[in-house]
């Protein structure tokens, strides 16, 4: 168990992607977890591998110019919070660095396929466990949309259906240089029974 969350540590902030295609074998492997995982891909998720250069491309170009858009529609202090973050990149070069995209589409207000964004995250989940044990890194992006014109643009690239909406892209790949140093990171609220009782590791429950 250890090792698992050693692991899943590791490179948890590296988005340098080395130009190393990742093979056919290796995806199988990553869609297969993403199967495994509760209500798994089934539920009205479409999972796109894409691998084509000028898609890539694409989704980057939308993806800086969205997301630069919504952050000037947010508050200063919302914008002075993000882009504090040690991770923050306006450029999200790693979209196009990175060899692979798995794209991450459903039809949210379809009620023929309930629980589809919900099915979507826990495979998510699933694959980005699977990413790391493969010797991979990954970078999650939810893309910032404020306008449908803009989902449209996205959903452009890939054909999707009517009535899909991407949720969130996976640029995959292995690291051009390995870091193997973990930064600290917020930990999540964590509460014990009830809201505002903190749940203390170890503590007599």
């Not at 969350?5 to 290796?26: C, D, I, T």
């Not at 199988?28 to 891909?41: H, M, Q, R, T």
């Not at 196009?96 to 979507?120: H, M, Q």
């Not at 990954?138 to 259906?161: G, M, Y």
Request: charged content about 20%; overall charge neutral.
């Amino acid at each position: 168990m250890e090792s698992l969350l050693s692991m899943m540590k590791k490179n948890r902030w590296n988005r340098q992607f080395s130009s190393e295609k990742v093979p056919a074998g290796v995806v199988d492997k990553i869609l297969e977890a993403g199967s495994a995982a509760p209500s798994g891909v089934v539920n009205g998720v479409h999972i796109y591998v894409v691998d084509a250069a000028e898609k890539r491309k694409a989704f980057h170009q939308i993806c800086v110019e969205t997301e630069e858009e919504w952050m000037l529609s947010q508050p200063e202090s919302v914008q002075r919070r993000i882009t504090s973050s040690p991770d923050f990149d306006p450029t999200l070069a790693f979209l196009k660095t990175a060899p692979l995209l798995l794209v991450i589409s459903t039809r949210p207000r379809d009620p023929e396929v309930p629980y589809a964004v919900e099915s979507a995250f826990m495979a998510v989940g699933y694959m980005l466990v699977m990413v790391k044990g493969l010797g991979l890194i990954c970078a999650p992006f939810a893309p910032s949309i404020l306008h449908q014109k803009d989902v449209e643009r996205l959903n452009s690239i890939l054909r999707t259906p009517m009535g899909e909406s991407i949720q969130v892209i996976l640029p995959i790949g292995y690291a051009e240089k390995p870091d193997d140093l973990p930064r600290d990171k917020p930990a999540p609220n964590v509460f014990h029974n009830e809201f505002g009782n903190k749940y203390v590791s170890g503590a007599s429950h």
